[in-house]
């Protein structure tokens, strides 16, 4: 086993191992359920600022009596709703386990929204006297401030020692790799990685099956059982006993390859069985309705936007000679051929200088092979550098979405050679436009090899939402600032 040194807590010294690890855990949600509450208070007192700005000096007129009887109302109902907040929250799993953070945001917004609607109908049916503008920034502000007073709490507990989460995976292969990868890739919900156990060594050390006397050995507050289906077959019981000693644990099924967020899960009632109906989101007319709708929106305001950083740019490429933008030839939805449009960044006779260069040079021919990038690329003018460094030279491909040939979210565009090299997975890709941006690029972009493009490829098409796009999207903008993996 491969482990690093955990910190225990104080309070896991004195206690039983279960009844501390719970303790524990109460401590931590109650944390995080004090902070939501106080940023919805955080969030009242921000909102009141532009109200009271616009209703004084745009308005002209004096804001609404804080001590008036409708006042007093607001107050009273902006609790309630805040209430029901928490309360929906609850229910989709906050306050008693991590969320991933987009899982996490997700969810606020969304009940940030229900909360905004009710409260408004609210105000609305009892004709209370209230500045309506305050009403929409509280819930949009909330939105805002709740996912950082967590990310607060979180800090100040674990500065105390009280946040991080020593886990250990029980598991070998394929699915132990892939569950540690994942919870490594999420630093936000704490988890520290003690390490790897096979179940067939871990099994030879517990003796009478006392997994409490394993936690404590390995100082470990969580199990998470990444196990293959012939590990489950080969001890049914394990399950049975950690439920029986109350022990927190979690298990990663072997779902490898399956549309994870695609599934209807059902129960039986009476009987140990989950039936889980896989669906694929984007073979739904609506769900491809709606996800062209939001590209084709969000693709005419940034070209109105950004219509001034193209005529600079069109300005400083023109100084070199040459057209301002450059269009090669792509493989879009359903095998369909399409000029992918970008700035240019090369010089005129591009094509001779790199045949040349891969003749001379067996380094740079299995560089080119492996990505058909070039990291340090002689064709490539000053301004290209540039363009390419901050991504801005796939600006032009706003037009591609325009006409319909491309998505702002989805795999990267690939020419034909390149087509063999996604396997199995071309179904997949042959099923969207691609994007100007996706999963793979917000994952490391050219730094990670063409495999992880293939299966980040994959994945964001098994698993499509519309809030997986706005979520790329959103981290798509500090990974172009950073300039991370990019040339």
Same mark, same amino acid.
């Given at each position: 086993?491969?482990?690093?040194?955990?910190?225990?807590?104080?309070?896991?010294?004195?206690?039983?191992?279960?009844?501390?690890?719970?303790?524990?855990?109460?401590?931590?949600?109650?944390?995080?359920?004090?902070?939501?509450?106080?940023?919805?208070?955080?969030?009242?007192?921000?909102?009141?600022?532009?109200?009271?700005?616009?209703?004084?000096?745009?308005?002209?007129?004096?804001?609404?009596?804080?001590?008036?009887?409708?006042?007093?109302?607001?107050?009273?109902?902006?609790?309630?709703?805040?209430?029901?907040?928490?309360?929906?929250?609850?229910?989709?799993?906050?306050?008693?386990?991590?969320?991933?953070?987009?899982?996490?945001?997700?969810?606020?917004?969304?009940?940030?929204?229900?909360?905004?609607?009710?409260?408004?109908?609210?105000?609305?049916?009892?004709?209370?006297?209230?500045?309506?503008?305050?009403?929409?920034?509280?819930?949009?502000?909330?939105?805002?401030?709740?996912?950082?007073?967590?990310?607060?709490?979180?800090?100040?507990?674990?500065?105390?020692?009280?946040?991080?989460?020593?886990?250990?995976?029980?598991?070998?292969?394929?699915?132990?790799?892939?569950?540690?990868?994942?919870?490594?890739?999420?630093?936000?919900?704490?988890?520290?990685?003690?390490?790897?156990?096979?179940?067939?060594?871990?099994?030879?050390?517990?003796?009478?099956?006392?997994?409490?006397?394993?936690?404590?050995?390995?100082?470990?507050?969580?199990?998470?059982?990444?196990?293959?289906?012939?590990?489950?077959?080969?001890?049914?019981?394990?399950?049975?006993?950690?439920?029986?000693?109350?022990?927190?644990?979690?298990?990663?099924?072997?779902?490898?390859?399956?549309?994870?967020?695609?599934?209807? @899960? *059902?129960?039986?009632? &009476?009987?140990?069985?989950?039936?889980?109906?896989?669906? +694929?989101? #984007?073979?739904?007319? /609506? $769900?491809?309705?709606?996800?062209?709708?939001?590209?084709?929106?969000?693709?005419?305001?940034?070209?109105?936007?950004?219509?001034?950083?193209?005529?600079?740019?069109?300005?400083?490429?023109?100084?070199?000679?040459?057209?301002?933008?450059?269009?090669?030839?792509?493989?879009?939805?359903?095998?369909?051929?399409?000029?992918?449009?970008?700035?240019?960044?090369?010089?005129?006779?591009?094509?001779?200088?790199?045949?040349?260069?891969?003749?001379?040079?067996?380094?740079?021919?299995?560089?080119?092979?492996?990505?058909?990038?070039?990291?340090?690329?002689?064709?490539?003018?000053?301004?290209? @550098? *540039?363009?390419?460094? &901050?991504?801005?030279?796939?600006?032009?491909?706003?037009? +591609?979405? #325009?006409?319909?040939? /491309? $998505?702002?979210?989805?795999?990267?565009?690939?020419?034909?050679?390149?087509?063999?090299?996604?396997?199995?997975?071309?179904?997949?890709?042959?099923?969207?436009?691609?994007?100007?941006?996706?999963?793979?690029?917000?994952?490391?972009?050219?730094?990670?090899?063409?495999?992880?493009?293939?299966?980040?490829?994959?994945?964001?098409?098994?698993?499509?939402?519309?809030?997986?796009?706005?979520?790329?999207?959103?981290?798509?903008?500090?990974?172009?600032?950073?300039?991370?993996?990019?040339?």
């Amino acid at each position: 086993m491969t482990s690093r040194e955990a910190t225990v807590h104080p309070m896991l010294k004195t206690l039983g191992y279960p009844v501390q690890l719970a303790r524990l855990r109460r401590m931590r949600h109650v944390a995080l359920l004090t902070s939501d509450l106080a940023m919805l208070l955080v969030a009242f007192g921000l909102a009141a600022l532009p109200s009271l700005a616009v209703n004084e000096w745009i308005l002209k007129r004096p804001f609404l009596d804080v001590f008036g009887e409708d006042t007093a109302l607001r107050l009273i109902q902006f609790g309630g709703f805040g209430i029901g907040l928490v309360l929906w929250l609850l229910t989709r799993g906050h306050y008693r386990q991590r969320l991933p953070f987009w899982t996490e945001v997700k969810h606020i917004v969304l009940g940030c929204i229900l909360m905004l609607l009710c409260d408004g109908f609210l105000m609305f049916a009892l004709k209370v006297d209230f500045s309506r503008l305050w009403l929409v920034l509280t819930w949009m502000v909330s939105a805002a401030v709740l996912p950082l007073g967590r990310r607060v709490v979180a800090a100040l507990l674990d500065a105390c020692g009280c946040w991080r989460i020593p886990v250990l995976i029980v598991g070998s292969g394929e699915e132990a790799d892939d569950a540690s990868y994942a919870l490594r890739s999420e630093p936000s919900l704490g988890y520290d990685i003690l390490g790897t156990v096979p179940l067939s060594a871990l099994l030879d050390t517990v003796t009478g099956r006392s997994w409490a006397a394993l936690y404590e050995t390995h100082k470990a507050q969580l199990v998470v059982l990444a196990l293959s289906s012939a590990e489950c077959v080969e001890d049914s019981d394990l399950i049975t006993d950690l439920v029986c000693e109350g022990l927190p644990f979690a298990i990663v099924p072997p779902l490898r390859g399956l549309p994870v967020l695609g599934f209807d @899960r *059902f129960y039986f009632f &009476s009987h140990d069985i989950m039936m889980m109906m896989a669906r +694929n989101n #984007l073979a739904q007319p /609506m $769900s491809r309705a709606l996800k062209f709708c939001f590209d084709f929106v969000v693709a005419v305001l940034l070209m109105v936007l950004l219509l001034p950083l193209f005529a600079v740019f069109a300005a400083l490429i023109v100084k070199d000679g040459g057209p301002v933008l450059y269009g090669h030839r792509r493989i879009g939805c359903n095998g369909r051929p399409f000029t992918c449009l970008k700035f240019r960044t090369m010089v005129g006779d591009s094509d001779r200088i790199l045949r040349e260069l891969l003749e001379r040079d067996p380094a740079v021919l299995a560089e080119w092979r492996s990505t058909f990038k070039l990291k340090n690329d002689p064709r490539v003018t000053r301004i290209g @550098r *540039f363009l390419r460094a &901050s991504s801005l030279d796939e600006l032009p491909q706003l037009l +591609n979405i #325009l006409r319909g040939e /491309m $998505s702002l979210v989805g795999p990267r565009p690939v020419t034909a050679d390149e087509l063999h090299k996604y396997g199995r997975d071309l179904a997949f890709y042959l099923q969207v436009r691609p994007g100007m941006t996706g999963l793979w690029q917000v994952s490391g972009r050219n730094d990670s090899s063409y495999d992880q493009r293939v299966r980040s490829d994959a994945w964001y098409v098994r698993n499509w939402s519309l809030w997986h796009d706005i979520a790329i999207l959103a981290k798509t903008v500090p990974v172009v600032l950073r300039r991370v993996g990019a040339y």
